[in-house]
């Protein structure tokens, strides 16, 4: 008398997808998977990838639920029992997650827990259970998120799908300086928050701009992807050293390369067009002077009573030395603002 073989227990796989990537792109792994699967199931009927599956003459059933007497989406469906009795004998049955996201759908993590509870038992012989991505996200991809998310906001919010480039421009600046700020902390946490709020005033003001504004007519409507294919052309022109014939062995090379496309690009009438006004004064008086330098002009200072003028020479000479004044004056009012608060505190240093 011989010893019975053990009956091979087969393979569970869940096959999870992005949906920030196309439905049909599949990893080479995935549509071999799902081509030498014995069953494919997915309690989605409308979810994205299943028009492709079709193409492919893969069939799909729907329906799955994790106990028996559970409600179940179709008439097809089976409890975590029945899905390892559908393995036995080394058949391969592939799960699809609903809804075509990176996690399991509710359905699906019902029917984990009941493969999970069934294993736990002991007296039953478990398939083997594999996790399979079948897309994954590309860098980047998260982005796509925060388009979908502003759209919906700028469409639904009362208050965001009023709003106009004007009225925002005031956070525009504040976020600007709120990222200054966490820069010179050196706290990264708050340094990714900031980069992120830095990131929705582009993608907000991208959004209006796709609406077309009436207090702007004339002005062609544009979206994130003009904004960002507009970039993409402006960095690949002005570094001819990574995507030219060019080259540059320092980062005094690629600078000089920058300003002669600039200039080029601009054909601006002066070395003072493009700097804004607007700014802070000693980085106004800053930019200024590094024009006047790059340009190689002899231009002297403009002379005159008062503290504005005696702020303009040292802005120069900061400049010229190779120093920020608008970074080294606020490093010192920071240094000042910690005097303020050991004195407030009795002359006790706070941590």
Same mark, same amino acid.
């Given at each position: 008398?011989?010893?019975?073989?053990?009956?091979?227990?087969?393979?569970?796989?869940?096959?999870?997808?992005?949906?920030?990537?196309?439905?049909?792109?599949?990893?080479?792994?995935?549509?071999?998977?799902?081509?030498?699967?014995?069953?494919?199931?997915?309690?989605?009927?409308?979810?994205?990838?299943?028009?492709?599956?079709?193409?492919?003459?893969?069939?799909?059933?729907?329906?799955?639920?994790?106990?028996?007497?559970?409600?179940?989406?179709?008439?097809?469906?089976?409890?975590?029992?029945?899905?390892?009795?559908?393995?036995?004998?080394?058949?391969?049955?592939?799960?699809?997650?609903?809804?075509?996201?990176?996690?399991?759908?509710?359905?699906?993590?019902?029917?984990?827990?009941?493969?999970?509870?069934?294993?736990?038992?002991?007296?039953?012989?478990?398939?083997?259970?594999?996790?399979?991505?079948?897309?994954?996200?590309?860098?980047?991809?998260?982005?796509?998120?925060?388009?979908?998310?502003?759209?919906?906001?700028?469409?639904?919010?009362?208050?965001?799908?009023?709003?106009?480039?004007?009225?925002?421009?005031?956070?525009?600046?504040?976020?600007?300086?709120?990222?200054?700020?966490?820069?010179?902390?050196?706290?990264?946490?708050?340094?990714?928050?900031?980069?992120?709020?830095?990131? $929705?005033?582009?993608?907000?003001?991208?959004?209006?701009?796709?609406?077309?504004?009436?207090?702007?007519?004339?002005? &062609?409507?544009?979206?994130?992807?003009?904004?960002?294919?507009?970039?993409?052309?402006?960095?690949?022109?002005?570094?001819?050293?990574?995507?030219?014939?060019?080259?540059?062995?320092?980062?005094?090379?690629?600078?000089?390369?920058?300003?002669?496309?600039?200039?080029?690009?601009?054909?601006? &009438?002066?070395?003072? &067009?493009?700097?804004?006004?607007?700014?802070?004064?000693?980085?106004?008086?800053?930019?200024?002077?590094?024009?006047?330098?790059?340009?190689?002009?002899?231009?002297?200072?403009?002379?005159?009573?008062?503290?504005?003028?005696?702020? $303009?020479?040292?802005?120069?000479?900061?400049?010229?030395?190779?120093?920020?004044?608008?970074?080294?004056?606020?490093?010192?009012?920071?240094?000042?603002?910690?005097?303020?608060?050991?004195?407030?505190?009795?002359?006790?240093?706070?941590?």
């Amino acid at each position: 008398m011989t010893d019975e073989a053990p009956a091979t227990p087969g393979r569970i796989v869940l096959l999870t997808v992005s949906h920030r990537v196309a439905p049909g792109l599949l990893s080479w792994p995935a549509w071999q998977t799902l081509r030498a699967a014995d069953r494919v199931l997915c309690a989605d009927g409308a979810h994205p990838l299943l028009p492709y599956l079709r193409e492919a003459g893969i069939t799909v059933e729907s329906g799955i639920t994790a106990e028996a007497g559970a409600p179940a989406p179709a008439p097809a469906a089976l409890t975590a029992r029945d899905l390892v009795d559908e393995c036995a004998g080394g058949r391969t049955v592939v799960v699809i997650p609903s809804g075509g996201g990176d996690g399991e759908g509710a359905g699906e993590g019902a029917l984990t827990d009941g493969l999970a509870r069934l294993a736990g038992s002991g007296r039953v012989q478990m398939p083997d259970l594999e996790l399979l991505p079948g897309s994954y996200d590309l860098p980047g991809a998260r982005l796509l998120d925060l388009v979908h998310v502003m759209d919906r906001i700028r469409r639904e919010c009362p208050w965001s799908s009023t709003q106009t480039h004007k009225g925002l421009a005031k956070y525009g600046i504040e976020e600007a300086y709120e990222l200054v700020e966490a820069i010179e902390d050196g706290d990264g946490d708050e340094l990714r928050e900031e980069l992120g709020d830095v990131l $929705l005033q582009v993608v907000f003001h991208a959004r209006i701009a796709q609406d077309g504004l009436e207090e702007e007519e004339g002005r &062609d409507p544009f979206s994130i992807d003009d904004v960002a294919a507009t970039i993409v052309e402006k960095l690949i022109h002005r570094h001819p050293h990574v995507f030219g014939d060019e080259t540059a062995e320092t980062p005094e090379d690629v600078k000089a390369h920058w300003l002669r496309t600039k200039a080029v690009e601009k054909q601006r &009438d002066s070395v003072t &067009d493009g700097v804004p006004l607007g700014q802070p004064g000693l980085a106004l008086a800053s930019k200024l002077a590094g024009r006047v330098r790059t340009a190689g002009l002899d231009v002297g200072l403009p002379s005159g009573d008062g503290i504005g003028y005696e702020l $303009l020479a040292m802005a120069v000479r900061a400049e010229e030395a190779g120093i920020d004044p608008e970074t080294a004056l606020r490093a010192a009012a920071r240094t000042y603002r910690d005097a303020i608060r050991t004195a407030e505190t009795g002359g006790t240093a706070t941590e």
